[in-house]
């Protein structure tokens, strides 16, 4: 049957999350890298689509498919990792410093893939470098802006608006990998996946690995954000609500109520054959 039971998928996440915390720095890189790149992509198009359509509906419907293939290829996409690896370490199989060492690693590939695809699309939404951006352009700064130095404006209020909005995020994102894990046909995965990464898309909530990308292509269009609006004003109180909202409440919730330790298989014991006695002698 292609459907995986609740206490079957958190034992399945639990084996995951071991796995991951085995894999090599190289790997999750590679992995990391390839997750950045599928939602720069993705995001590109959605916010194409969204301006030559004057429908931004339309491109939070396209969006998903980066992250379909995420999970579809068994990529690292720190996010959905904050719930994964949660799950492991409350069921006491991986430790915090494993976690932590899959979350950093995979962070900085999941950059790297954004900054790659932010290079790219800077030099051709600016045709090589010889004009202006194009509208596509100049979205994608104002939403830079937006994310970044319209928070710093706001203060402490927009710091802490940034975490609530990155909690809801994640629930929904890591609701997306648990969803495309219930399935085992690619089908199911994939429309597991695309609902609440629509539903994400469409509410304006905060994901880190998209807005590494909206804010690195915003600064190569030549967007006026520093390093500080960056990486305090976004990338911290992103993470912070990114990490609550997978590892709280998927990753935590989840196990809290359906994981049961795995019960060791039962090896049938043998009939134990007396020896034979000898015979009495009277």
Request: proline share 5%; with cysteine.
């Amino acid at each position: 049957m292609d459907y995986v039971a609740p206490s079957d998928l958190v034992n399945s996440v639990v084996a995951a999350g071991e796995k991951k915390a085995r894999l090599s720095i190289k790997d999750l890189l590679i992995r990391g890298f390839y997750s950045g790149l599928a939602l720069g992509v993705a995001t590109t198009l959605a916010v194409t689509v969204a301006v030559q359509s004057g429908m931004p509906f339309l491109g939070a419907l396209l969006f998903p498919w980066g992250f379909a293939s995420i999970v579809l290829f068994g990529m690292e996409l720190v996010t959905g990792n904050f719930a994964i690896m949660t799950t492991a370490m409350l069921a006491k199989r991986v430790r915090f410093g494993k976690a932590l060492n899959n979350w950093l690693w995979v962070y900085l590939g999941n950059f790297l893939g954004c900054l790659f695809v932010a290079v790219l699309m800077g030099y051709s939404l600016t045709n090589g470098g010889t004009a202006d951006p194009s509208p596509v352009g100049e979205k994608i700064m104002a939403i830079a802006l937006a994310k970044t130095v319209a928070v710093k404006e706001l203060g402490a209020s927009g710091f802490a608006l940034f975490i609530v909005r990155a909690i809801f995020c994640n629930f929904l994102v890591c609701l997306a990998t648990m969803l495309g894990s219930v399935s085992k046909s690619v089908i199911g995965k994939f429309f597991g996946c695309w609902f609440p990464i629509f539903a994400f898309v469409t509410l304006g909530l905060e994901h880190i690995v998209v807005n590494m990308f909206f804010i690195l292509t915003g600064m190569v269009l030549g967007a006026p954000i520093t390093g500080m609006d960056m990486v305090f004003w976004d990338f911290l109180p992103v993470t912070i609500g990114n990490v609550i909202g997978g590892g709280v409440f998927i990753g935590g919730l989840l196990f809290a109520t359906h994981y049961s330790k795995p019960q060791p298989k039962m090896v049938p014991s043998m009939p134990v054959e007396e020896p034979a006695r000898e015979p009495v002698i009277r």
